[in-house]
């Protein structure tokens, strides 16, 4: 199985703050790569598909980037609505989630 | 619009079994792949199976691999799992998803879970 290592697993940061989260392949996946957030209580809503499309209704403030086996996911601006947990998803081959990371108010 | 609906889930002692569903509506059921995929509380997401068109093609994770099956009734448009010999590790919130139909983009389309406990 390809692992999905995410780094941090967790950060603080403020409303207007620019994140950024890393997401590394155990192997290349090309751009079969995925961003997700989830809520407390929601299921995951996808965010970024292949590495940096952005997903129909989601705010421009979120971007992708990467090919290979690095990856980021980038948030500008930081919202409030925008705390939560964001995971990262490979379907290169049989799917696989990064262990997550928590962004939260600090 | 799509929609996905878990149910089954549940209290069930280790060793036990159970059946969860996901019926669907807002697509042509019979034409997607269709997944399961857990969270364990307070964990990361984690694919469990996956299940072709017809049902003709299987699989599952390594962790859940000879007790878990799953299963589709197209005429129904209902996904299941049959869960058995479970373990407390086993316990989860369960979502159906809806594959995108490409690996090239991400999963759009989940259910709201259903949360199953194992324990005694």
């Known amino acids: 199985d390809i692992q999905m290592t995410q780094s941090p697993s967790s950060l603080s940061a403020s409303v207007g703050d620019k994140v950024s989260i890393t997401c590394r392949a155990s192997?290349?996946?090309?751009?079969?790569l995925h961003w997700y957030q989830q809520k407390p209580g929601k299921a995951p809503k996808l965010l970024i598909y292949?590495?940096?499309s952005l997903q129909s209704g989601v705010p421009s403030r979120f971007s992708g980037s990467g090919s290979g086996t690095d990856f980021t996911l980038t948030i500008n601006s930081l919202q409030p609505e925008d705390f939560a947990t964001y995971y990262c998803?490979?379907?290169?081959?049989?799917?696989?989630f990064g262990q997550g990371t928590k962004v939260e108010i600090k | 619009q799509v929609q996905l609906v878990e149910s089954g889930g549940g209290v069930v002692q280790p060793g036990g079994s159970l059946r969860l569903s996901c019926a669907v509506s807002?697509?042509?059921?019979?034409?997607?792949?269709m997944h399961w995929v857990r969270q364990a509380p307070g964990k990361g997401l984690e694919w469990v199976a996956s299940?072709?068109?017809?049902?003709?093609?299987?699989d599952y994770a390594d962790s859940v691999k000879g007790r878990f099956i799953i299963s589709r009734d197209n005429s129904k448009s209902t996904l299941y799992v049959q869960m058995s010999s479970l373990r407390a590790e086993d316990t989860a919130i369960y979502y159906c998803?809806?594959?995108?139909?490409?690996?090239?983009?991400?999963?759009?389309?989940w259910g709201q879970g259903t949360l199953v406990i194992v324990s005694s």
């Open positions: 998803a809806k594959d995108p139909g490409s690996s090239w983009y991400g999963v759009a389309d």
């Open positions: 807002g697509f042509t059921f019979s034409n997607y792949v």
């Open positions: 299940i072709r068109y017809d049902g003709s093609s299987k």
């Open positions: 192997q290349s996946i090309n751009s079969y």
């Open positions: 292949a590495a940096s």
């Open positions: 998803q490979q379907s290169y081959s049989t799917w696989t």
